[in-house]
């Protein structure tokens, strides 16, 4: 049986009851040189954390996607998501993890729509990108030089941030806009389907936990993103067994099973209608194209 995704405070600590900051930053190549510039796939199960990218370039596995990461980018994962990543040799940047308890209930207000992993890239060239790039790095000189005030300004600091990558990341989406109470579906859509998607659930069944119909849900996604709800899901297995097969060395049958899957046949079967090629050789070429990156 294929390994869990390891649970860490910070990557490669063993986790303990209660921990003694609620933010910490450290620059990426601190942690990530002494791995082989990769992190495996690991998740946080009471940390929110803020990755700055200033410089080099990186891949993230974020959950479910893999997504590139270009320089003067944030890549922000809420708590109980798996993530990892690779970074290239001159990547500068750092790391925030945040004490979950610590965003909303008047410590740090939560952006509004960072419910799932995303990576935002910031245009220096417009003000708002400008801002969190600047209070990101007044963030890190505040963590790293104990000053009056430090606590408070860099709560106020992590809330701005949250609140303007909200409003980056809605303004990027190259989706057609829809209404608040249909991407508040989607969202609630997405985190269930985020709980259950090895159990390989019906589509009815995320219906009636978001007390719509059937035919009203499809709706929705339809209107919002294009595709259907039983799409949703089939992406959320496809990219999260895209991830499986790029950061674990797990045999493909182990990994169909760690994705619900009673049949390795099947799994191959299912890949190869997403991807157009079979998992081992999508594994071998991904795996060469990391390497020579």
């Not at 320089?71 to 945040?98: C, E, M, Q, W, Y």
């Not at 929705?220 to 799409?231: F, K, N, Y």
Request: positive net charge; contains cysteine; aromatic residues 8%.
């Amino acid at each position: 049986m294929m390994q869990s995704v390891p649970t860490y405070m910070l990557y490669g600590e063993n986790t303990r009851k209660e921990p003694d900051f609620w933010v910490h930053c450290e620059t990426i190549e601190s942690r990530s040189s002494r791995h082989a510039w990769e992190i495996r796939l690991h998740r946080h199960d009471s940390f929110f954390q803020i990755l700055y990218l200033k410089s080099g370039s990186g891949d993230a596995v974020l959950d479910d996607r893999i997504v590139p990461i270009p320089p003067s980018s944030v890549v922000s994962v809420p708590a109980g998501f798996n993530h990892g990543f690779r970074f290239s040799r001159d990547v500068k940047g750092f790391v925030l993890t945040i004490l979950n308890t610590h965003l909303g209930h008047g410590h740090v207000e939560h952006g509004g729509l960072l419910l799932v992993p995303q990576v935002t890239r910031l245009d220096i060239g417009q003000a708002d990108g400008a801002y969190v790039a600047q209070t990101l790095t007044r963030l890190e000189d505040e963590f790293n030089n104990r000053r009056p005030g430090r606590g408070n300004l860099m709560a106020a600091y992590i809330s701005s941030t949250l609140q303007l990558l909200t409003r980056i990341s809605s303004a990027q989406d190259a989706r057609p806009p829809f209404a608040a109470d249909k991407r508040r579906r989607i969202d609630a859509l997405r985190a269930l389907i985020h709980q259950h998607f090895r159990a390989h659930k019906p589509v009815a069944f995320y219906a009636e936990a978001l007390d719509v119909s059937l035919t009203h849900l499809n709706r929705i996604v339809r209107s919002a993103l294009g595709c259907t709800a039983h799409d949703l899901i089939a992406e959320k297995l496809m990219e999260q067994a895209k991830a499986q097969l790029l950061f674990s060395t797990a045999p493909v049958s182990e990994v169909a099973a760690h994705l619900g899957f009673a049949d390795p046949a099947y799994f191959s079967r299912f890949f190869v209608s997403r991807a157009g090629e079979p998992p081992r050789v999508w594994r071998l070429r991904e795996q060469a194209r990391l390497d020579n990156s």
